[in-house]
């Protein structure tokens, strides 16, 4: 049975997730705007936000937390479906861009383009976007990975590579040669699907899609890493050679959850650009990746949940501290990073579920589940 | 009361002009060309100006000057000259004062401009000052001025300084080269001396051969451009070798602290370019102090800063080591993770104390300039960096290779349980080997501040670039660090004329993923029988 795969973490964050999804929507359009319990909806676009890279967040977890792939360049792959999302939105502007033009968007009849670059043809047609959303970050990621494990680039040395990667592309996508917005990237957004983005009844339903995007999101990796391919991912991250050697291609196995992980990094930026109106270059920056990795350690690695929650936590956290108090933050942050490696290496889900585990099982006293390996067991072996 | 003051000062400048006009007043050989000047036909006008550039007149400067400044008039009845000089008027060849009756201004156009340009030039040609001379020299070479050849060769005879002689020779060549009907032999001497000048003027003079020139004389300028082309070819690969030499070093400085704590003790030093910064900051720390207390002292900044540098950064990283990073050992990627957070803290902290605008640091009076060898322009300040890195390479092979330290710290990576047992503090190692690495990380910022804006994010545009130096040359080894950051350098700056800044690097970042595919392990991998985990 599918739905017994899906433990109790699973189960109160699905119930949360659904929560939101008819809460926060009545809140904001049945409550009048000066009660106490009115939502704005620039509070509703930042919650789908967060809750988008709560998405990015989990993709990130399914490599990092069960596969022991640290990629520092998942920030690439959001951003690629970011832009790909992005581009769809350019062609909805139509000839309501500041000059007029029907087919070319504004940025290119400054730059003197004479008629659309072959890569912009389909995106006016939402299905193709959508599809581009998957297939872009996704083949990318099955290149990337199928060359790096298949050589068994493995541990820092993929960090690295991967941070070159999201390197490269942000120094790409910053010349305006490639026909993308350049520096000031994809923005003036006006509809999605005939809708207009700015209008209240568009932005909750973007935050409705975002959270059930989350919660497919989460069922997908949950359903991956509790079946037997899972098995095996955990056996790769725990070690690779034995796994090698007991006779499973490892390489096939990281290269496919390193794309579906990507796909799923892709979908989180879709989501995330019309919520915030603009996608640009600066997505690519090798920090906005590794500030990522450090929702997932902060939620708790391997654990899928807790990776959605660290990332809900820590954006909330800097929205807050940015706002009071900006030079703070990259203090915190900083200071977050050492906290969360030195005295809570399973994050926040993880401690508290180790907890709440060893509390009931003084009370019972069953056996560890076979499979149910604690992270910080299996590090040992591994020493990444 | 003005229009007496005005008398007053016509009456003034009239007295003067003319006690001061008298001896060239006698002169009176350049007539003809005072004639062809007072017209108002623009080739006349240009005939006039060469012919009182060659006539030897003293005043020639000063009528000529005039003209460019629209201040020379002429009448058109007897066709005197006149200068205006602010409210006054003095004739030109003999400096009275004349009447502004019936005096209209000699029209001049870009032509007459060139020309009037070329004729100063010409005037400049018997400067007492060499310098003048052979700036003067230039301008003829590059206007290709028929009509200053007498001059030339008037120059020449009595040109004493070599240099100036050289260009005077050059200018003559291309003068002759330019001059309809000239004899064959002087030409070929010419298209050689043009040759031998090989630069771009040149090889434009010898391509814009004019067309009645024998054949010989042809085929010796199409040796020549041949020639010339192969040398600026060349020329410009040198260029570009030396730049690549010196985007090399600026890497190595970079990566070469990183070769330290991630080659030889394996650990993810993410926080190694605020190491960089803070040296960087040290230097500006230390000029400013010696700006206010001692300015005499300021070429000894940098040398002050260095080892201070060493000791903040090295203090630095040994802290580091210290409280964070010695629970990580054995855990890189968590490693990685808190040194990111590290470099966090640091950059905000700079940025909360020096502000986060750029702080200036001051270039010492040997490192700014340039010197030419060989048509090759290097400036000091590069030459220095490059002697720097080589020197810190030197340096940080010595100390791991010959001091009790240096083996202790080999000693400790290859076999760290053996280490202890032979009585090696192996934690006091590991910490001073990290402070080692951020130490020298430090020095490369007094260096990198020379080149670089001193500001909290100097450190941030250096990490990418250092980890994939150390990676692509093969962790643990400092030659291979060495190889791999000259090879970057030299590679990106032949890419660049090619693909431009931008791509050039893209397409390197893509080459090194590459690379790592086919060589996990970098250029010089440590050879060993250790399976990876």
């Known amino acids: 049975m599918l739905l017994s795969r899906i433990d109790k973490p699973g189960w109160i964050f699905l119930g949360v997730l659904a929560l939101a999804c008819l809460v926060v929507p009545a809140l904001n359009l049945m409550t009048a705007p000066g009660s106490a319990l009115h939502v704005p909806t620039y509070a509703v676009s930042l919650m789908g936000k967060y809750l988008a890279y709560a998405i990015l967040a989990l993709s990130l977890d399914l490599v990092w937390g069960y596969c022991g792939i640290l990629s520092l360049g998942h920030g690439a792959f959001f951003a690629l479906g970011g832009y790909a999302m992005g581009m769809y939105l350019m062609r909805q502007i139509g000839p309501r861009g500041v000059y007029g033009n029907p087919i070319l968007p504004d940025f290119m009849v400054f730059l003197n383009y004479k008629s659309l670059p072959w890569y912009w043809h389909g995106f006016d047609w939402f299905p193709f976007a959508a599809v581009m959303v998957l297939l872009v970050p996704g083949i990318l990621a099955f290149v990337f990975g199928w060359l790096a494990f298949r050589s068994r680039v493995t541990g820092v040395y993929l960090s690295i590579i991967t941070q070159a990667m999201t390197f490269a592309l942000m120094l790409a996508f910053f010349r305006n040669d490639m026909g993308l917005g350049g520096n000031n990237g994809l923005t003036d957004f006006k509809d999605i699907l005939g809708f207009n983005v700015q209008a209240q009844g568009t932005r909750v339903a973007l935050f409705v899609l975002t959270a059930l995007a989350l919660a497919l999101a989460y069922l997908v990796a949950r359903f991956m890493t509790t079946s037997a391919f899972g098995k095996v991912l955990i056996a790769i991250r725990d070690a690779e050679s034995r796994t090698r050697f007991l006779g499973y291609r490892t390489a ?54 807790g990776a959605a929650l660290g990332a809900v936590l820590v954006n909330y956290a800097k929205t807050l501290l940015t706002g009071a108090m900006p030079d703070a933050w990259l203090f915190a942050l900083g200071a977050l990073f050492v906290v969360v490696t030195l005295f809570l290496p399973k994050g926040i889900l993880g401690t508290l579920t180790e907890r709440l585990g060893s509390r009931r099982a003084k009370a019972r006293l069953p056996g560890p589940k076979p499979g149910d390996i604690p992270p910080a067991l299996a590090e040992e072996g591994r020493g990444s | 009361m003005r229009r007496c003051l005005v008398l007053l000062l016509v009456a003034w400048c009239t007295a003067w002009c003319v006690t001061w006009a008298l001896p060239a007043a006698a002169q009176t050989g350049s007539d003809a060309a005072y004639a062809r000047l007072a017209s108002d036909s623009y080739s006349d006008i240009e005939a006039g100006i060469a012919a009182l550039a060659t006539s030897g007149d003293p005043k020639a400067g000063a009528v000529l000057r005039a003209l460019a400044e629209n201040r020379l008039l002429y009448r058109p009845d007897d066709k005197a000259l006149a200068i205006k000089d602010g409210a006054t008027v003095t004739d030109a060849r003999t400096g009275a004062a004349v009447g502004p009756d019936g005096l209209k201004p000699v029209r001049v156009n870009n032509r007459v401009r060139r020309a009037i340009d070329a004729a100063l030039g010409t005037l400049n040609l018997l400067a007492p000052d060499a310098a003048t001379r052979r700036t003067a020299a230039d301008a003829v070479f590059k206007a290709r001025d028929v009509a200053a050849l007498p001059a030339l060769d008037a120059a020449l005879a009595r040109e004493t300084d070599a240099s100036a002689k050289r260009s005077l020779q050059e200018a003559r060549a291309a003068a002759l080269l330019a001059k309809p009907g000239s004899p064959e032999i002087d030409r070929l001497a010419a298209v050689d001396t043009i040759q031998n000048r090989g630069d771009s003027e040149a090889l434009g003079i010898l391509r814009g051969l004019s067309g009645d020139a024998a054949s010989s004389v042809r085929d010796a300028a199409a040796r020549g451009v041949s020639a010339i082309e192969t040398r600026q070819a060349l020329m410009a690969n040198v260029q570009n070798a030396w730049y690549g030499v010196s985007l090399g070093s600026v890497l190595l400085l970079a990566a070469i602290g990183l070769a330290i704590t991630f080659g030889v003790m394996g650990i993810i030093n993410m926080a190694h370019g605020e190491m960089v910064m803070l040296g960087a900051y040290t230097t500006y720390l230390v000029q400013e102090l010696i700006r206010q207390r001692a300015p005499g002292l300021f070429d000894w900044s940098l040398p002050i800063a260095i080892p201070l540098a060493f000791l903040v950064a090295g203090a630095v990283g040994i802290l580091i080591e210290r409280t964070v990073i010695r629970h990580l050992y054995g855990r890189p990627l968590e490693t990685l993770l808190a040194t990111w957070g590290i470099s966090l803290i640091l950059q905000q902290a700079v940025r909360s104390v020096f502000g986060p605008t750029n702080r200036e640091v001051g270039a010492p009076s040997y490192m700014s300039g340039a010197f030419d ?52 503090r192996t934690p006091w190692i590991d910490a001073f080997t990290f402070g080692l690495g951020s130490g020298i990380a430090g020095v490369a910022g007094v260096a990198l501040s020379q080149i670089d804006n001193v500001s909290p994010n100097l450190g941030q545009g250096y990490i990418i670039d250092s980890f994939l130096v150390v990676v692509f040359g093969g962790v643990g080894n400092l030659w291979g660090t060495l190889v791999a950051a000259l090879t970057l350098g030299v590679a990106n700056k032949f890419l660049e004329p090619y693909a431009g800044a931008v791509l050039g690097k893209i397409l390197l970042l893509v080459f090194i993923i590459l690379f790592i595919q086919k060589r996990p392990r970098g250029l010089f991998a440590l050879k060993g029988r250790a399976v990876e985990a």
């Open chain 2, 373 to 424: 060898l060989f048509g090759l322009s290097i400036t000091w300040g590069r030459l220095w960096i490059v002697v720097f890195a080589m020197a810190v390479f030197v340096a940080l092979n010595l100390i791991l290779k010959a001091t009790s330290f240096g083996l202790k710290t080999r000693a400790v990576t290859q076999n760290r349980r053996m280490a202890a047992a032979m009585g090696i």
């Open chain 1, 252 to 305: 096939h196995y990281k290269a496919l959850a390193f794309t579906v992980s990507a796909m799923m990094a892709g979908v989180a930026g879709a989501l995330y650009v019309p919520q915030v109106g603009i996608i640009n270059p600066s997505e690519f920056a090798p920090a906005n990746s590794i500030e990522a990795v450090i929702w997932v350690a902060v939620g708790g690695r391997g654990t899928l949940v």
